[in-house]
């Protein structure tokens, strides 16, 4: 019996050592990302299956939306201001004066879970939405699959580190030891590419964004055009033009006394020496006139 109780005991740390492996094992190769995906893990046997958390598809939202203020330089201030209390940011402004008043192009980002508050309170700046128009892009295939992916490369990355160690552990070949570094430098690479998209999808999907145009009301257009009568402006833009005319006839009195004085200079000389022997040339008599019968 005394025998018997060591060896039992042996047994039992040796089970629960492998036991213990295998755990670990299994850990190493369960997916990092495997809730940030939605990915549904068999139950083990005989254990009742538990429901998994529901955290929705992955969209990604853009809206275009057309509006007309009474005063375009307030509104966008008052734009700015929405955006940042709902917890968003705007990321590109453009503006344009037409006829003295201000046109903008605003793009802003919202989180995705406030879009409608954000579309609400754009409405009620404008005095009318002339154009609104939302499109949604569903990612989640594509989010699942780039999982899926990482989750394979990851496991792929162990195994190669493990190998390495074990490599440099026996002392093996310097090519061989390359070789697998080689590899296991591509995987990770990839492994950094994907985690990249991944993070990508989640910002576009977690901030809805929204393309603003923002117009002047037909009826906050001025009577008078505010640049107002400029005399001094069109009299120095007709000085302007008489400038411009004098300029075009001296260019085109050199040109004519450059170019075209020389080539006809010689065609003149010649016709009129031709024209002087002509002259002086015997002229033939001129025949008898007939008597009248």
């Not at 139950?43 to 299956?49: D, K, M, N, V």
Request: aromatic share 4%; net charge positive; glycine share 4%.
């Amino acid at each position: 019996m005394k025998r018997a109780l060591p060896i039992g005991f042996l047994l039992a740390i040796a089970l629960l050592g492998c036991s213990k492996s295998r755990i670990a094992e299994d850990r190493i190769a369960e997916p990092r990302v495997a809730l940030a995906f939605n990915a549904t893990v068999p139950p083990a046997p005989g254990e009742t299956p538990r429901a998994q958390p529901d955290f929705g598809r992955k969209l990604i939202r853009k809206v275009e939306l057309e509006v007309a203020v009474r005063d375009t330089e307030a509104a966008a201030q008052q734009i700015q201001a929405l955006v940042v209390s709902l917890g968003g940011f705007v990321s590109d402004v453009s503006a344009q004066r037409v006829e003295s008043l201000m046109h903008y192009e605003i793009t802003v980002r919202v989180p995705a879970e406030r879009l409608e508050e954000a579309l609400a309170g754009l409405r009620k700046l404008s005095t009318r939405v002339d154009r609104e128009q939302l499109s949604t892009e569903d990612v989640t295939d594509k989010y699942v699959d780039l999982g899926q992916r990482l989750k394979t490369l990851q496991a792929t990355e162990t195994e190669l580190r493990a190998l390495l160690a074990e490599s440099r552990a026996r002392a093996r070949k310097v090519d061989e030891i390359m070789a697998v570094y080689k590899e296991l430098t591509e995987i990770r690479g990839q492994i950094e590419g994907i985690q990249g998209q991944i993070n990508s999808l989640d910002k576009l999907a977690a901030l809805s964004s929204i393309h603003l145009r923002v117009r002047p009301d037909a009826i906050a257009a001025p009577i008078v055009r505010g640049d107002g009568w400029r005399p001094g402006e069109t009299l120095r833009s007709s000085a302007r033009t008489l400038m411009q005319l004098l300029q075009w006839l001296a260019d085109t009195a050199i040109v004519f006394l450059v170019v075209v004085v020389p080539v006809l200079l010689p065609v003149a000389l010649l016709f009129w020496l031709w024209s002087r022997r002509r002259r002086r040339s015997p002229q033939p008599p001129a025949p008898p006139i007939p008597p009248a019968s």
